[in-house]
């Protein structure tokens, strides 16, 4: 049984930091993509970042470049999505999602499993 275990959100000021993990079990994810989706209170899911496991590509959303990095650890099978310089805007529910992604990293329907989510907050 595949299972994406999201954790590391919370609450932090604006400006500040945050490092969240997806614990990828159940299956091999080499040929996957693994991406990170967001969805804020009143709108619609969208992509934040993903990487794909077998040589370590990574794609970002405009909003996100230069700010966060995805990143993964074969050993560990898991995932992380560091972000810096967070803003108030960047406040949603963070999933991590695993595809054989075959055309658009940022499509939603290219991915498979999902995680339960992860709560960010940021405040002014």
């Known amino acids: 049984q595949v299972q994406l275990a999201e954790s590391g959100g919370g609450l932090v000021q604006a400006g500040g930091s945050l490092r969240l993990s997806c614990a990828a079990s159940?299956?091999?994810?080499?040929?996957?993509?693994m991406g990170w989706f967001r969805q804020a209170p009143g709108k619609e899911r969208e992509f934040v970042a993903a990487?794909?496991?077998?040589?370590?590509?990574?794609y970002y959303a405009d909003s996100v470049k230069g700010r966060f990095t995805i990143s993964r650890d074969n050993a560990k099978n898991t995932v992380y999505l560091q972000m810096n310089s967070l803003k108030p805007e960047d406040t949603a529910v963070y999933y991590c999602a695993a595809g054989v992604v075959q055309f658009e990293v940022v499509a939603q329907e290219e991915y498979d499993y999902w995680g339960q989510g992860t709560q960010v907050t940021v405040s002014s």
């Open positions: 159940g299956r091999t994810f080499r040929s996957y993509v």
């Open positions: 990487i794909r496991w077998s040589d370590g590509t990574t």
